[in-house]
Structure formats: structure tokens, C-alpha cells
């Protein structure tokens, strides 16, 4: 047997084999985990030039592989006006005045990161944002992406007022004469797009090393981008910039891309995703980089109605609207492509949200299995933030993964004020059915949608166990049976994400044989109260037998 590069010892190892962790040290060699075994058993493995790393009753795991991000985007807009870090209206106005002040010669205020719950209705104004940036266009995305705040001049210079329609995927907020009042959703924020500034090859290639470097200081060894290619947020062809990374020897994380289905352009744009998979499985190696997943968007979000529901939003007086949100696609239509993506070996995954877009989404994977039989291109559905109870069983039935982004799953402001009130009066009971979805047998990946969110695991982790924000006082969202065990969150974190990455074989498990892709906590995460699993933080975290992050004080 082949001697040991490193060793870890003198600590707990979560293998994800067993149902907890274990006393045992792990040796190291070529990349790839050597053997598991007592001190005897993997001492004898060990030359003087063998790295020795003392656990010292720390948590050593799989890394963790997010199934649902945007790092590109998220790096790009830590560049730019960065509102994420604000909790109010007035914050969020001076953070763009002073980014608008330090930057004068820039021709648009450009970021992203304002929470819909600080302002009334979610919907700030076009004249909060004149008052600090009046000479320059100002543009800037949600927390959630899925609508934007614009000051008058870039809606003038857009060319978008009061006689402007609304565009079937989206709305524009309007004053009382018509005129926009300064928030936008959804495909609303595309009648922009022919004026201001996308993101240049440099920025993205910035911003995806910054965002690397975050990932790995949570011990995410892998993930999943939710959308590359030439996406509808201007960020310019985002696979070109993986590749770069790639051949620089620049990317040390795996990566599954996802390609962006373009709504607006049908079936006929297959033969260039196609050739695109086909282009860098050629050119990479397929254990960093793969794109044989196309993202296809089914609905929109609920806090602004646009997610696509069974039952009609309610009003603010609680009566029945005409709205159910916002199906991207026809239904036929939506079963059509994905059964041809099925066929051509290509893995779908869903934005579905709402319990409508489920439906669909779900429908699509049957049709799809019934017209080409059953496949391993591992299928996914994220966010699932109301599932029908007739589509609950339906996930492991169709072989269909629910991607969870846990760190949603509790009761805060955006959900409780924007979300809830306008909704069924039953719509709370039924949110995010994590442990019934794992009761089904359903396949479970995890993942956090950065920017959207936060991307740390831990914190997810907490939140699908206790179902309450973490640190926060208000009683956990929803029954007892949507909870999650801790070993379920894990594993969806780590092997349920290497499943729908397909690098199941390799990475997800610590078992001889997989790659050395690890993740060191600074505590046994099953020897706490479950009430403290937030405080919980990575040390250290390495890629195929490399140290590639060390927290300083650890």
C-alpha cells in the first residue's frame, strides 16, 4: 500500500456512511483518502515526511457542496454597490450615496443586496433614490434577484413611462398617474438591459476568485451555479469565465454549471447548449468542471406574487385576488423541452417555488421519464417553498431531487409580512415540508442561493433542524414533521449535493478510495445542543489531499 501524504488524527470523522461520527483517523495519499483505522492502523502508513494533523477533537467531515448558487454574481456585486449588509430604508439610501460619492466617474450606480422588508409593501421609491443619485442612473437589484430599485434618470434613459406595458414575465410599480414608481419585477427588470453597462470579462474573473475564497472559508469544496451562459442579468457569458479559471489552474473548486434556458428563445436554442456541454467536456477535466445541467426558471417569488400558486394570492384585506403568480411556460410547452433536454442526456433544474411551478416541474420529469425511460441525469427541484401534498410523494416516485435551501425555513420579516398574510390561511402549515419530503424517500441536496442568502452551511444547517432563525426568538415555522435530523441536512449538504453534481463516486463520502475533499469543524456538531449548531465554523478545508483554507486563529 501506498504511503501516507497526510494524516488526520485525534479526532471525530463523519464518514456519512455511519450515523454518527467516529473515532477513527484518516490517511491521505495522491489526492484521494488512503485508509480509515485506529492509530495502529494507519500509523504504520506514515514516513517522516508525512503531514500530520492533529484534529484535536474537532470534526472532520466531507466538504460541503452547494446545489443552488450564483458566485459569479454574487463576487461581481461585492465589487459593485453593495447593499447587502443594510437592515433599513435609510441605510440602504446612504449606502448608495456614498458608493455614488467615492465613485464619480462611474456612468451607472450598479450592486444589489436591499431587503424588500424595509421599505412599505417591499417596494421602495424612485424619488428615495433622486434624493442622493439624481445625474446618474441607478440600478440595483434585490436580495433576492428577482426585482430591482431605479431612480428616475435610468428610468428615462430606459425609456420606460407611464405608457409602458407591462411585460407578460414581470411588473413594473406605478405611481397613480402610470408613471413608474421605482420598483420593478421580475422580467420588468429586462427592459433595462439595452441601456445599461453588463458585466465586463474582467469583473466576472474578479469576482468569481473572490467569491472562491469565501466558499472555501465555509468548507464548500463544490457546487452547483444556478445560472451560466449569457444569463438575463447581464453578467455576460459566465461559462467563458470558468474555462479561464479552469486553464489558469485557477479554479480549485468543482463545479457543475448550469446553462441558462432562455425563455424567449424556444427549442431551438438545444443544438448550442449542446455544443456547449460537448465543448467543455472536451477541454476539462470533468471532476472540476462539467456543464450538462440547463437551469430552467418555472416561477417567480411570493413576496411579490410572482411565484406560481394552485390557490390565488389574497389581497391586503384578505380576499381572493385574480393572481397565481407567474408560470414562465406554458405547461406543454415546459414538458416538451425538458423531455427533450432528458433525452439528450442534459439534467434539469428548476427554479419551482411555488406549489403551481412544482406541479409543473414534476409533470415535466413524468413526462420526460414516460417518453425516454428512466435516466441518470439526477433532475432537481429547488426551493420548493410550498409544495402540494398530492406532489409531496411524487419526488421519489419520479426519481426527482428536492434541493433545499434550509437557511429559509423560518419564521423573519420578509416571510412574515410580505409572504404569509397573502397567502392561504393554511399556507404556513405546509412551508418548506423538508422532513415529510425525506419521509417519502425523496432525494435531498441543499444548497443556499447566494447572493440571495448567506452562504454558509452551518447556518443552513441550523435552520432545517430547528426551524427558527439562528440566534433569533420567534417559534420555529411550521409542524414538527418538516424538520430535519441532523444527519439528513448533512448528508443533503454533502453526498445529496455530489449525487445531482454527479461526483457521487468521488467526493461526498470519506471512504478509501474518494477524493480527499474535507472539511474541518471546530466542534463535533452531534455532541451539541442543537439550539448551538450555528456556532459552529469551519478551520480548515482541502481539496483533493490540499489545504486550501486555514482560519488563522484555528
Known sequence: MASAETIFENGWIYTGEDERPVRTNVAVADGRVLALGDGAEV???????TRRVDLNGRLLIPGFQDG?????????????????????????????RRYAESHPDEPWILGAGWSMDCFPGGTPTRQMLDAVVSDRPVFVHNRDHHGAWANTKAFELAGIGAGTPDPDSGRIEREADGYPAGTVHEG???????????????????????????????????????LVGISPSGSGDTLETYIKAFDAGDLKVRVRAAQWWDRSAGRGQLDEILARRDRVAGACDPLRLSAATVKVMVDGVAEN????????????????????????????????????????????????????????????????????GPSDNRHHLAHLQLVRAADVPRFAALGATANLQALWACHEDQL???????????????????????????????????????????????????????????????????????????????????WINHLDTDTGIIRPGALADLAILDRNLFDIPVEELHTARVDETWIAGERVFARADS
Open 43 to 49: 500509523s504504520v502508513l506514515a514516513t517522516g515526511a
Open 68 to 96: 443552488h448558487i450564483h458566485p459569479i454574481m454574487a463576487g461581481v456585486e461585492h465589487l459593485q454597490c453593495d447593499l447587502t449588509e443594510t437592515t433599513t430604508a435609510e441605510e440602504a439610501v446612504s449606502v448608495v
Open 188 to 226: 420588468a427588470m429586462g427592459l433595462f438591459d439595452h441601456v445599461h453597462p453588463g458585466t465586463s470579462p474582467e469583473q466576472a474573473y474578479e469576482g468569481l476568485l473572490w467569491a472562491q475564497e469565501l466558499m472555501l472559508s465555509y468548507g464548500i469544496t463544490a457546487w452547483q451555479d444556478a
Open 305 to 372: 406574487y410572482t411565484a406560481a400558486m394552485h390557490a390565488p394570492y389574497r389581497d391586503s384585506h384578505g380576499h381572493h385576488t385574480d393572481n397565481h403568480g407567474i408560470e414562465f411556460f406554458d405547461p406543454a410547452e415546459l414538458r416538451e423541452f425538458v423531455t427533450d433536454l432528458d433525452a439528450n442526456g442534459i439534467q434539469v433544474h428548476f427554479h419551482a417555488l411555488g406549489d403551481r411551478a412544482v406541479t409543473d416541474a414534476l409533470d415535466a420529469v413524468e413526462q420526460a421519464r414516460s417518453t425516454n
Open 416 to 498: 412574515d409580512e410580505l409572504t404569509l398574510p397573502f397567502l392561504e390561511a393554511d399556507a404556513e402549515e405546509r412551508h418548506y415540508p423538508f422532513g415529510e419530503l425525506a419521509a417519502t424517500g425523496a432525494h435531498l441536496a441543499a444548497g443556499s442561493d447566494w447572493a440571495v442568502s448567506s452562504p454558509n452551511p452551518v447556518l443552513a444547517i441550523h435552520v432545517a433542524v430547528n426551524r427558527v432563525e439562528p440566534g433569533g426568538a420567534l417559534p420555529p415555522l411550521g409542524p414538527e414533521q418538516h424538520k430535519l435530523t441532523l444527519k439528513q441536512i448533512l448528508d443533503a449538504y454533502t453526498q445529496g449535493t455530489a
